[in-house]
């Protein structure tokens, strides 16, 4: 199986900058798109961050300018720069990751492609 755990959440000024991090962990033959996600107290949850395993990264229009996403494929870890926050940033932020992961199966080794999700982390952006 294979598990993300985010960190890097936090209560902030507003200004101020936090990184957050998402480690995969478990049997990953390769790590493909990776995301950041967002959801804020009655609000649908909405993509902030993506990155393709090509290196083309796409940004909700709200944090252009001013979040970054990035990844270690050596590490299994993107993560996300955010400076100058604002309190409208304030949300749990969750991770998510298109893994291709190894199977055995009766027929023999395989592998299988699914997109996993983390926790979530908290951040908070206060005025």
């Known amino acids: 199986q294979v598990h993300l755990v985010e960190s890097g959440g936090g209560l902030v000024q507003s200004g101020e900058s936090l990184r957050l991090s998402c480690a995969a962990s478990?049997?990953?033959?390769?790590?493909?798109?990776v995301g950041w996600y967002r959801q804020a107290p009655g609000k649908q949850r909405e993509v902030v961050a993506s990155?393709?395993?090509?290196?083309?990264?796409n940004y909700v229009d709200s944090v252009k300018g001013r979040f970054t996403i990035s990844r270690d494929i050596a590490k299994n870890t993107v993560y996300l720069q955010m400076n100058s926050l604002i309190p409208e940033d304030t949300a749990v932020y969750y991770c998510?990751?298109?893994?291709?992961?190894?199977?055995?199966?009766?027929?023999?080794?395989?592998?299988?492609?699914?997109?996993?999700w983390g926790q979530g982390t908290q951040v908070t952006v206060s005025s």
């Open positions: 998510t990751m298109d893994v291709r992961y190894p199977v055995e199966t009766r027929m023999g080794a395989t592998t299988l492609q699914y997109d996993f």
């Open positions: 478990g049997r990953i033959f390769s790590i493909n798109a």
């Open positions: 990155l393709t395993i090509g290196g083309v990264t």
